[in-house]
């Protein structure tokens, strides 16, 4: 069982930028990869950012390629999405996902088995 917990959202002015932080508790393992996800009022729940726990490779969405970077700290077993030049339609709240076992869509949130609470990003014009 995994358990994520989000942190570093906040309100910030457009053209500003924030980073978010997810803790994960529990054995993170080289099969797994992490996701950012968004969701707006509204809408439905987008995919932001995904990286391979193993080798770090990262995929973006076009809407933040970038702008947007997606790393991870093993040995803290944390994942981070650090986001520049933040634009009013950024604003959402933020979750962060885990996939135990890659099944070919880190783009789709069926591919996550776990999720955290989220955090909220307000992007201010």
């Known amino acids: 069982q995994v358990q994520l917990v989000e942190s570093g959202g906040g309100l910030v002015q457009a053209g500003g930028s924030l980073r978010l932080s997810c803790a994960a508790s529990?054995?993170?393992?080289?099969?797994?990869?992490m996701g950012w996800f968004r969701q707006a009022p509204g809408k439905e729940r987008e995919f932001v950012a995904a990286?391979?726990?193993?080798?770090?490779?990262?995929y973006y969405a076009d809407s933040v390629k970038g702008r947007f970077t997606i790393s991870r700290d093993k040995s803290k077993n944390t994942v981070y999405l650090q986001m520049y030049s933040l634009k009013p339609e950024d604003t959402a709240v933020y979750y962060c996902?885990?996939?135990?076992?890659?099944?070919?869509?880190?783009?789709?949130?069926?591919?996550?088995?776990?999720w955290g609470q989220g955090t909220q990003v307000t992007v201010s014009s």
């Open positions: 996902a885990a996939d135990p076992v890659w099944r070919g869509d880190y783009a789709s949130t069926y591919e996550y088995d776990y």
């Open positions: 529990g054995r993170i393992f080289n099969s797994y990869v």
């Open positions: 990286i391979t726990w193993s080798g770090g490779s990262t």
